[in-house]
T-cell receptor
Framework: EAGVAQSPRYKIIEKRQSVAFWCNPI?????LYWYQQILGQGPKLLIQ????????DSQLPKDRFSAERLKGVDSTLKIQPAKLEDSAVYLC?????????????FGDGTRLSIL | GQQVMQIPQYQHVQEGEDFTTYCNSS?????IQWYKQRPGGHPVFLIQ?????EVKKQKRLTFQFGEAKKNSSLHITATQTTDVGTYFC??????????FGKGTMLLVSP
């Protein structure tokens, strides 16, 4: 089966600019996650969707970050405006079904650098 | 909030030596998952532990879940250069979201 697809792979922007990331999960996977991974740390959950509904966005900085999964399939994550501390790899993951304790399948991520 | 701590942060071994990483949670977990991330790659699911005291093996890898379900370990016997990467534990408290540890980076010299 095809894996989780993410684009772009790399993005360099200046602070205060906006940026968007796209994710297409594994076909049929109901749950989609966006993580932020800062160098040397583990992935930190930003938002979790089940189908097109938000399950958990408690760690999403909502003043600058937004995410949507309109048709319950692919998803976009946006940052506006970007800050220097947003430099990180943004990982998308998906899992089948709606039960939280299922293995997550990760995409290759988008490496974001803020100048 | 829930915290998951891993030690050591980094370990460098000679090929053939054993390796162990430990994961500790501030709260009781309903289950724990282990992932491996190769340099420049993405996390890949290894295993999930659910039961108190559970032990699972995958070839040279042995995973344990503590009796109190607050700690876990991953042991690799006779490391190989292909074992290089960062190993993350991720704990689930109840039906909340997974919390990842900071990981243990393993370097294996031939």
């Amino acid at each position: 089966e095809a894996g989780v697809a993410q684009s772009p792979r790399y993005k360099i922007i200046e602070k205060r600019q906006s940026v968007a990331f796209w994710c297409n999960p594994i076909s049929g996977h109901a749950t989609l996650y966006w993580y932020q991974q800062i160098l040397g740390q583990g992935p930190k959950l930003l938002i979790q969707f089940q189908n097109n509904g938000v399950v958990d966005d408690s760690q999403l900085p909502k003043d600058r970050f937004s995410a949507e999964r309109l048709k319950g399939v692919d998803s976009t994550l946006k940052i506006q405006p970007a800050k220097l501390e947003d430099s990180a790899v943004y990982l998308c993951a998906s899992s089948p079904g709606t039960v939280i304790n299922q293995p997550q399948h990760f995409g290759d991520g988008t490496r974001l650098s803020i100048l | 909030g829930q915290q998951v701590m891993q030690i050591p942060q980094y370990q460098h071994v000679q090929e053939g030596e054993d390796f162990t990483t430990y994961c500790n949670s501030s709260t009781t977990l309903s289950n724990i998952q282990w992932y491996k991330q190769r340099p420049g790659g993405h996390p890949v699911f290894l295993i999930q532990l659910v039961k108190s005291g559970e032990v699972k093996k995958q070839k040279r890898l042995t995973f344990q879940f503590g009796e109190a379900k607050k700690n876990s370990s991953l042991h690799i016997t006779a490391t190989q250069t292909t074992d290089v990467g960062t190993y993350f534990c991720a704990g689930l408290e109840g039906y909340s979201t997974l919390t990842f540890g900071k990981g243990t980076m393993l370097l294996v010299s031939p």
